[in-house]
DNA sequence: TTGAAAGCGCTAACAT
DNA sequence: ATGTTAGCGCTTTCAA
């Protein structure tokens, strides 16, 4: 491997030199600056990052903590992560979380502390104080993005308040017996964003004077099967609801499939509505409201990578809004 | 940041012998590597990974090169990867390619030659002979998964057979008139996937006798929604195909979806079958070839692992199984 | 079984 | 504008 040394003989200036030239520093000539370019890219020159690592002290890369990598949610903000650190030149480490909790307190000592990361940012992840302590001993910023957390800044949206802003939709249009389809997740992470759009259903319920009755609350998997599942346990029962909210986007095109399945019309007979912005509420015409997964994973690193320039921390959690897309999926009640 | 001169200095020995105590190497007494452990423990001391990186010349991590995070294909490769990587307690560094194609030499330049990596997974991607001259002179074993490439080794399945399989499959339902959606990558990767898809329906209905219609060929672009139309165009011209052979199970949802729209069933009016093991294959009943893109990942990293572990290297590709489910959207022609 | 010491390839003060 | 010189925190011979 051809190392600094090298480029610093064939250019015939010192390595000192060939380092800021090549990472495009002040105070050089750039004559010199010009030479020491041709001379790296000649012999194939790319600083090792262990090296520079070990001297500077930054790794230039940024860790992502996800729970899985197979959902819509998390690929979508870890593009729009992807998307801020290729700008700053960052790499990206991926932590992956997926299924198995034992492995969760290895992959932390083993990966993150071990310092290959100049900063963190989990997804819909909880961090214990233990770890949040050992964060902050390694001057690791963090910051999560998804549900809220303890102790930690988030980036996320404001469920309660985007699932009231669906169901009081569906109000709106003549609707007073609404189902909810809750979400579960396997692991039982990211609990609270399921909880607060059911609170946020229960709430906007109540507001109107309707009363919550439990048999409209069915719970789903986050997923397009159980959702339908559960939605044909809804659709069993002697009279319908006129309108489904669903946690999810996903969820809600598994209750429409299985309204279709049992012969009824959307909205015709049943309004759906959920919550996501996920590419297949398109495809299914799905009146939803959209958060903004990528645009979240690119305000974390952002936040990030500014700290990481030197800027003030900025310790306040962020709120994305949400967007209303009506797609023809609810309408009045028949 | 505590070092390993103070867990050295806690526990009363070397730096090399807790360095070699806690990599678990030979020719430590018990004893010794039982106190350096607990003054690790408690000092809260982790090894820094650039610092390892660099005295050692491995880091420990793997690369992954990936043309997008938002395909299934991609992520359940990845989790593939990622499972074989964490049983070595290796990190995975993600290299998404993402759209634009200026980025690729760039990133190939920044952040993989950097050595940031042992080793190189790229997920149907080409390399160009500039760039295998360097992956070499970096040291740096890469194997593809997913297309065939020139010049270096690959894992995939073998699409051109696995095409002909599901044609085959129709053709001895009775079926004579098979059309085909092929798939079409936005950045023009990948292409011989497709290619080779839509080769084997071919062949599959020339060795049988039946004549190729052009205008049984539509292309949709390995998605949902461009499928569903490209379908739409398949049905509005005067007499339907009997059976619909789909390049990706998420096209052959698309073709079910426009064909409940024009009021047709599937099997009944018309078979739909599709190449995946997609999720969406399972909740749409849709039969299928499954190729097993997690086991592929994990062959992958498993064969760099082995190879960086000091094995010979395996220089044969390997071709994955594809697996036949019937699921019931096919069936003889009315 | 353990220790001493020489790097690994860079960066960052401090000089010049 | 450029060079000198210490490290950064580990690993790895080589000795003991």
């Known amino acids: ?27 050089v000539a750039e004559s010199t600056r010009e030479a020491v370019r041709l ?5 194939g020159y790319v600083a090792s990052s262990s090296a520079s690592g070990l001297a500077s002290g930054r790794t230039l890369a940024m860790g992502a903590v996800v729970p899985s990598v197979s959902r819509w949610f998390y690929t979508a903000v870890l593009e729009g992560i992807d998307h801020e650190l290729r700008a700053a030149s960052y790499d990206l480490i991926l932590f992956n979380l997926g299924g198995r909790g034992e492995d969760r307190s290895r992959v932390f000592h083993r990966s993150i502390l071990r310092k290959r990361t100049d900063a963190l940012v989990a997804l819909c992840l909880d961090f214990s104080a ?8 390694v001057g690791h910023p ?6 809220p957390v303890r102790g930690l800044r988030h980036i996320g949206i404001d469920d309660l308040g985007a699932a009231k802003l669906a169901v009081e939709h569906l109000i709106a249009l003549g609707h007073r017996d609404i189902a909810h389809i809750g979400g579960e997740d396997e692991a039982g992470l990211n609990r609270s964003v399921p909880e607060a759009r059911q609170a946020g259903w229960r709430d906007a319920l109540t507001t109107a004077g309707i009363p919550v009755r439990g048999d409209r609350f069915v719970l789903g998997g986050f997923n397009i099967d159980t959702s339908k599942q559960a939605t044909d346990v809804l659709l069993s029962s002697g009279e319908r609801p006129t309108a489904i909210f ?10 429409m499939l299985s309204i279709w399945a049992h012969g009824l019309r959307v909205p015709g007979d ?11 509420a398109r495809t299914f015409g799905l009146t939803t409201l959209e958060q903004h997964p990528f645009a979240q994973g690119a305000t974390a690193a952002r936040m990030l990578l500014d700290e990481l320039a030197g800027n003030p921390p900025r310790s306040r959690s962020v709120r994305h809004p ?4 009506d797609r023809g999926s609810t309408a009045r009640p028949a």
Not at 250 to 255: C, L, N, P, R, Y
Not at 274 to 279: A, K, N, R, S, T
């Open 322 to 325: 949400v967007t209303f897309i």
């Open 142 to 147: 963090a910051i999560v993005v998804g549900g």
């Open 246 to 255: 669903a946690a999810s986007d996903e969820m809600a095109v598994g209750a």
């Open 1 to 27: 491997m051809t190392s600094i040394d090298d480029v610093a003989r064939a250019t015939g200036v010192s390595t000192a030199t060939v380092s800021r030239a090549l990472r495009g520093l002040p105070n």
């Open 130 to 137: 233990e770890e949040r302590r050992q964060l902050t001993s």
């Open 270 to 280: 049943i309004s759906v509505i959920g919550i996501d912005g996920h590419p297949l």
């Open 39 to 43: 001379a790296a890219d000649d012999l």
